[in-house]
């Protein structure tokens, strides 16, 4: 499972892009994915996969494993362009098959939705790659910084997220330790009937559980020891600052916005 | 039951940046009825080739057998749950796999998934709650209850109830205090020569090691490093400090009394009792 999903999977670099700052890469992600669906000519999308295409290559990790890692997603890519292909009866008949009939129309709204997809997923899934976590929860902290002002408890939100994340690994090897212990005294967790299957999960959750929260309050207790009491007068231990590589990643993609609307028909 | 590594090699998660190889063409040969210790660095792949004695992993190359299932890359290995029946193992720190109400149901949740009888069931867990040297009366308690100590203790008796006939044991006496670790491991030789098991002991310590085994392999980045008898392998010194480990106490006293003193004793597993009163009559006899 873990091998084949990388969605979500940072994999350590000292790229251009591992070296932006957080913030400067999830509002440039979220502009993008605003303005993917604004194009509308052949022009239009070229100029945004290059963009998103130049950025994959710039992160310098293997390109067969980021087609290999997003798998997944490649399904959903050509069920979409397939329902479109049936669906949509725009434009003149290219090609017949039995009592089938394609329209132009279908193929090109099929071809670009698909792209549109494509190009959603491989920018959202560069963040995660070439982010950590914890840089990802502070550039959050820190984005939604304003709305202290009106009381909202930005810290304690980055701290819970930043935790959560944190114990997520610890929590899979943890479940993949008991599994294994399990399995070795015969629980089988694959084959069987559903409703085996299904009390096979008993002996696995409730282990879970415990050392969950037994790990949860051995945290706030380690927490306390040493002083933590909420986010009033913390100082941080990694600063986040905008240097001049975000400037020139900002002005490029203020270009290829400039570029998206000169192009669109 | 005779295991056998032939050239095995495992690799985790392969083709990806985050592929690792933990090991790397490792064949060694255990004879039905020993005491193996397997002594590593961490990350010198002793987990690793512990999870492949009862098919947890697949070789990513070469064969592993047991007994007369063989495991390997290819095709699969018929009645893999049948050999987890024969092969228990107890992991580090088993006490976290405790799940059931009481400590009768836990003891017996092993039994049970291999179809044994509700008699017999209840005969194994008497017998294993013996061996773990553990009160009757904690049969019916919820493990959720008991020290850290005793929940050890029926984690490994959920384990002896299976009645296996190879035994894999991963650090089993890691955290506890040096009395509960030495009743453990007496335990576990006992049984070994109780009930004619194949023992493989997964460890740190090389006093375990000299104490109990009779055959050790010391892995090195997933290959083997050394293998033999204790008494040939752990007095090599320049060859274990290559794998950051010492020749145990004893060995070394006994080795600066031949240097020093020109007396030979030899290591026959005698406590330190035992050692002072060879040593007193050695130097009265004057040689």
Redesign the interface.
């Known amino acids: 499972m ?2 084949s999903m ?1 969605i979500g999977q940072y ?1 350590p670099g000292n790229s251009v892009i591992h070296r932006l700052d957080p913030r400067t890469k999830i509002a440039i992600i979220f502009f993008f994915v605003l303005i993917v669906f604004f194009a509308n000519s052949v022009m239009s999308y070229g100029l945004l996969t290059l963009f998103a295409a130049g950025s994959a290559i710039s992160t310098k ?2 390109a067969n ?1 980021l087609i ?1 890692g997003l798998l997944p997603v490649w399904f959903l890519i050509v069920f979409t362009f397939l329902l479109h292909l049936f669906v949509t009866k725009e434009g003149e008949v290219f090609f017949s098959f039995l009592s089938f009939e394609f329209y132009t129309g279908g193929l090109i709204q099929g071809l670009a939705i698909s792209l549109r997809f494509f190009l959603l997923i491989l920018v959202t899934s560069l963040l995660t790659l070439t982010t950590t976590p914890i840089e990802i929860t502070d550039a959050i902290e820190s984005m939604l910084g304003p709305l202290k002002k009106i009381r909202f408890p930005v810290h304690e939100l980055a701290l819970m997220m930043s935790i959560s994340l944190r114990f997520i690994p610890t929590l899979m090897q ?1 479940t993949e ?2 599994s ?9 967790f694959r084959t069987g009937p559903v409703k085996e299957r299904i009390k096979a999960v ?2 696995l959750l ?2 879970l559980f ?2 969950a929260f037994k790990r949860a309050e051995e945290l706030a207790m380690a927490m306390e020891a040493r002083g933590y009491q909420g986010g009033e007068g913390r100082t941080k231990l990694r600063e986040l600052h905008t240097g001049r590589l975000d400037i020139y990643a900002y002005f490029l993609f203020v270009l290829v916005i400039i570029g998206l609307f000169i192009t669109r028909s | 039951m005779d295991i056998t590594f032939k050239d095995v090699s495992y690799i985790y998660q392969p083709n990806t940046p985050f592929e690792h190889r933990a090991l790397s063409n490792l064949s060694f040969h255990i004879r039905s009825g020993s005491f193996v210790a397997v002594i590593g660095h961490t990350g010198s792949g002793k987990s690793t080739l512990l999870q492949h004695l009862n098919g947890l992993l697949r070789p990513t190359a070469g064969e592993v057998d047991i007994g007369s299932y063989k495991i390997s890359a290819e095709g699969k290995t018929k009645d893999i749950k049948s050999l987890r029946e024969k092969a228990g193992v107890v992991f580090q720190y088993p006490e976290h796999q405790l799940f059931e109400e009481t400590v009768e149901k836990d003891i017996g949740f092993g039994p049970l998934n291999f179809h044994v009888e509700q008699e017999e069931i209840k005969r194994r867990t008497q017998e294993a709650i013996e061996a773990v040297n553990l009160p009757e009366e904690l049969l019916q308690r919820s493990p959720f209850d008991l020290s850290g100590g005793q929940m050890r203790r029926v984690a490994i008796a959920g384990v002896l109830a299976m009645e296996p006939e190879v035994l894999v044991l991963d650090e089993p006496t890691a955290g506890l205090d040096p009395r509960g670790q030495r009743e453990i491991m007496d335990m576990f030789s006992a049984l070994h020569k109780e009930k004619k098991l194949t023992t493989v002991l997964v460890t740190h310590s090389m006093e375990d090691a000299l104490r109990y085994a009779d055959h050790i392999i010391i892995l090195k980045d997933g290959r083997k490093h050394m293998e033999g008898p204790p008494l040939e392998v752990l007095v090599r010194k320049e060859e274990l400090e290559q794998v950051q480990l010492d020749v145990p106490e004893v060995i070394q006293f006994l080795s600066g009394v031949e240097e020093k003193l020109g007396y030979s004793i030899s290591y026959h597993n005698q406590d330190i009792a035992q050692l002072a009163k060879e040593l007193v009559a050695m130097v009265k006899g004057g040689r």
Request: hydrophobic share 40%; no cysteine.
């Open positions: 873990s091998s990388i994999v990790i293997p494993y290999k943890e330790k008991i294994k212990a399990q399995a070795s005294r015969g629980v089988d008993v002996p409730v282990p415990v050392s």
